[in-house]
């Protein structure tokens, strides 16, 4: 696809980038066939064919409007169409760019903006998250069902074995994950344990900084990652093998740092380390012996969710499936495991209708062979189909833990 960008963008940052992305592109359209907003809307503004013309007449004009924002907000980031496409064009770098731009440059409305400032304010800090839903516990048995539902009941924390292994890893603590799944990060802590790892933390590491890049406010999610990049350092030169993350939107961020902050003299270097060094929960125990984790088969049978991040952005699709049955762990099947459940991060939020959509669309392929249990591997996919589901919804380290422990008291 042939550009020439405005000249207000030629010293951009991010402006080669941009053009050797676009110019990948042949506006074939089999990206549309796989696109969940595309689908559901059946606009081609609504999917990446529609939004890369998007992007492209923003770059070379230099301007657009509230409704080139508005498709551009649409999309969930899935990456699906970079699955899909012959031609390995990197939407999901380019949409990032354009929201940027556009961030900067159309206003929203003043109940869009303030939206969008109350989940930047409370959900990326910890400690403000924890606030927040726990008067939201409080106050579930007045609120509407649909609201009560989004508000996950509380885990009672369970213990996390103490470092005592050579071998030491790091875990993402995040933000939302730590006090709305708690128990997520404690299970692979046991289950590392068990494979003679210990799972170790970086008290002053937070958010990712996932949030507010997506939102197009990359300078706040730089800072956040320039933060937790100071906080895994002196961990990472005493030797610690791994940055381990469970959340896997967490993870695809991570493991961009290295492109993100490409051009930071003082962070550069530091992030294509991060990056190397990150691994999903799943990448860490499909290299290791699991004797010690396999169980005898059961008659639980487990529908999987792979999130979006993990097959699309992290390229692990029908990677965690083999690691599972490898554990001895039953699987059933579900038509289009490759569409996103409608979470992605805010979207759930700013875009509550398509979102609920794709979400009972998912929980229905899910749930259509009558499994036990949703297993997935990101919070927020966990918590969105939580909230329509009526079996329960677990991250998959947590029934590893809870499988492989009972199988060593019998």
Known sequence: MQTHLHERF???PEADTAEAILRACV???FCNATCPTYLDLNDERDGPRGRIYLIKQL???????EKTQQH??????????ETTCPSGVQYGKLVDIGRGILENDVQRPLSIRLTRWLITAIVPHAARFAAVLAMGRIARPFLPNALARKIPQR???TNRPAAQHLRSMIALEGCAQASATPNTNNAAARVLDKLGISLTSAPSAGCCGALHYHLGEHTAGMDFMRRNIDAWWPLIE???EAIVITASGCGATIKDYGHILRNDPQYGEKAKEISRLAKDIS??????NLDTLIVNPTKQRLALHCPCTL???QKLGGHLEQLLQRIGLKLTTSKDSHLCCGSAGSYSILQPEISARLRDKKVAALTKDGPDAIVTANVGCQLHLASSAAVPVKHWIEVVDDASSSQRSK
């Open 311 to 313: 097959q699309h952005a």
């Open 283 to 288: 990448e860490v125990l499909a290299t290791e």
């Open 155 to 157: 885990q009672a924390p």
């Open 72 to 81: 551009i907000d649409r999309c969930l980031t899935c990456r699906n169409c």
């Open 59 to 65: 770059l070379e004009t230099g301007s657009a409007t």
């Open 238 to 240: 005493q030797g610690t």
């Open 27 to 29: 506006h074939c359209g």
């Open 10 to 12: 030629q010293n951009h």
